[in-house]
């Protein structure tokens, strides 16, 4: 560890939440080619809690695989709900997995309460307990290679034949993701308006790999990524 501040905080993390759901529909899924589709119920509940989609439409076909980019890439809260009733039958279910997962990782200061991030009352993590997590869900290669994608097609579907383009919320306000000294590989971001922005980030710089997680910067959903500002200066000041 280079560098820590406020590790043992318990603080909002927003959509750094939907990582422990695509990690867990990573482990519990055979099959990545398993057909699934998101419901309309899903979209109109989300639609009114104020929640990023992932761009899909209603009631296609989608793969396991696409719900996991979903998730990740454009930070859907759709998928992130889809994915938590494939693998567990309900979302409750679900958020048990995920607090019996923390659990058994040493995520000691942990508690989720929903699979998609939005604020909600006794649904906290800390940066110390998310790099733990982190450390473990790195070692899975399909997790690893969907953080650091930036940019996502899926195979032609009923109701998108040319398929679906999914970008990263990293690229919001600049497809240069270059260092000075490296390059961001790719990462995960977060806003509530509780949680402030929020980033786990990984970059090489010189030639090593780094590992960045940053909660409550400044702003808003609609205003810079000053999040990935601090995370451009931090990698850049290794």
């Known amino acids: 560890v280079l560098l820590e501040k406020n590790t043992d905080k318990k603080v909002a993390i927003a959509s750094l939440t939907k990582l422990m759901t695509v990690y867990l529909l990573i482990q519990q899924t055979d099959n990545l080619a398993d057909p699934v589709s998101i419901s309309q119920r899903t979209l109109d509940d989300l639609v ?31 998928a992130a709900v889809t994915a938590a009733e494939y693998v567990s039958g309900s979302e409750s279910a679900f ?26 009352k006794d649904h906290y993590s800390t940066v110390k307990d998310l ?12 997790f690893t290679t969907i953080l650091t994608t930036t940019q996502y097609e899926s195979s032609p579907t009923p109701y998108a034949p040319e398929g679906y383009y999914l970008e990263s919320t990293l690229l919001k306000d600049s497809a240069d993701l270059s260092l000075t000294n490296g390059q961001i590989l790719g990462g995960k971001t977060g806003y509530t308006e509780k949680a402030g922005q929020c980033l786990i980030s990984l970059a090489e710089v010189k030639g090593q790999r780094y590992l960045l997680i940053t909660t409550g910067a400044n702003g808003n959903a609609l205003t810079e990524q000053l999040s990935v500002v601090d995370a451009r200066n931090i990698f850049q000041s290794i």
Not at 100 to 111: I, R, V
Not at 131 to 142: C, G, H, Q, S, Y
């Open 95 to 120: 958020v048990a997995l995920m607090n019996q997962t923390a659990e058994s990782m040493g995520m000691n200061d942990t508690h989720f309460m929903n699979p998609t991030g939005l604020d909600e």
């Open 48 to 78: 009114v809690e104020g929640a990023s989609l992932s761009g899909y439409l209603a009631e296609d076909t989608l793969t396991t695989q696409d719900l996991a980019y979903g998730v990740v890439l454009p930070s859907g809260g759709d």
């Open 131 to 142: 790099m733990i997590f982190m450390d473990v869900a790195l070692k899975n290669t399909v």
